[in-house]
């Protein structure tokens, strides 16, 4: 990696934001973290969006779902990954656009995997894990 991409962490959880920022700190990428809808939006709309976009689907208020189709809508060209353990989502539509899907559990290896393949431009079809 030539120059540190940012990383954008979207999750309700304090915890786990900021578990995979040290993570992904570690890895060598550059990260920022959102907690809300208005922030995950705030960083996306900025003159240098991340490069990739870390969602979990369980927010508050307003739904992961919701936020997801915004920002299809909205900024389709950020890469994302759905990083959940609401499961019975993975064959909706808006999912199913996502650069990938991870099951959210104690071991991050499937994720750190699936943000390495989405950010090396990896995509035969979607890589779904």
């Given amino acids: 990696m030539s120059k540190p991409v940012t990383i954008l962490i979207a999750d309700p959880n ?13 890895a060598g990428y ?3 973290e959102a907690g809300t809808c208005k922030e995950i939006f705030n960083h996306l709309k900025t003159a240098n969006p991340p490069a990739l976009l870390i969602l979990e689907l369980d927010f508050p208020i307003i739904s992961g ?13 950020v890469p994302h990954i759905i990083y959940t353990h609401l499961t019975e989502y993975e064959n909706s539509l808006e999912v199913k ?20 393949a989405v950010l090396a431009g990896y995509q035969p079809d979607k890589v779904f894990l």
């Fill in 14 to 26: 304090p915890f786990v934001r900021s578990f995979l920022s040290r993570e992904l700190t570690a």
């Fill in 30 to 32: 550059h990260t920022a």
């Fill in 65 to 77: 779902m919701n936020i997801l189709q915004r920002i299809q809508n909205l900024i389709p060209t």
């Fill in 97 to 116: 656009k996502a650069d990938a899907f991870v099951e959210k559990n104690d071991d991050p290896d499937e994720l750190f995997q699936a943000i390495d």
